[in-house]
C-alpha cells in the first residue's frame, strides 16, 4: 500500500514539474535575429502580412510588400551585414 501511495506522489510531482515547464507567454510568431554591434536585431512575424522589426529598444511594423520578395531570414542578414559594414 505504501509502494502504491509513493508511486502516486512520484506521477504526481512529475505531472506538476511538466505542466510548469510549458510556455504560459503564448508568443508563437516566428523570430528572425541577429547581433548588431552588440545589439540583438529581431524580426518576427505577425501572422498577418506584417512583421515587428525590434532593435536597440525600437520596434517598427514592416509590411510583407516591403521584404520585396525577400525572406525575413534574409533581411535580417542583409540589415547586420551592412551594419558590420559601419565602423
Known amino acids: 500500500m505504501l509502494k502504491n501511495c509513493i508511486l502516486g506522489i512520484y506521477i504526481l510531482a512529475v505531472v ?5 515547464c510549458s510556455s504560459d507567454d503564448g508568443d508563437d510568431r516566428n523570430c528572425e535575429n541577429c547581433d548588431l554591434q552588440g545589439q ?20 517598427e511594423t514592416i509590411t510583407e510588400e516591403e521584404l520585396e520578395g525577400i ?3 534574409e533581411y535580417i ?5 551592412l551594419g558590420d559594414l559601419i565602423p
Open 16 to 20: 506538476l514539474v511538466l505542466s510548469s
Open 40 to 59: 540583438t536585431v529581431e524580426l518576427c512575424d505577425n501572422g498577418d502580412g506584417t512583421f515587428t522589426l525590434t532593435a536597440a529598444g525600437q520596434s
Open 77 to 81: 542578414e542583409l540589415i547586420c551585414s
Open 71 to 73: 525572406t525575413p531570414a
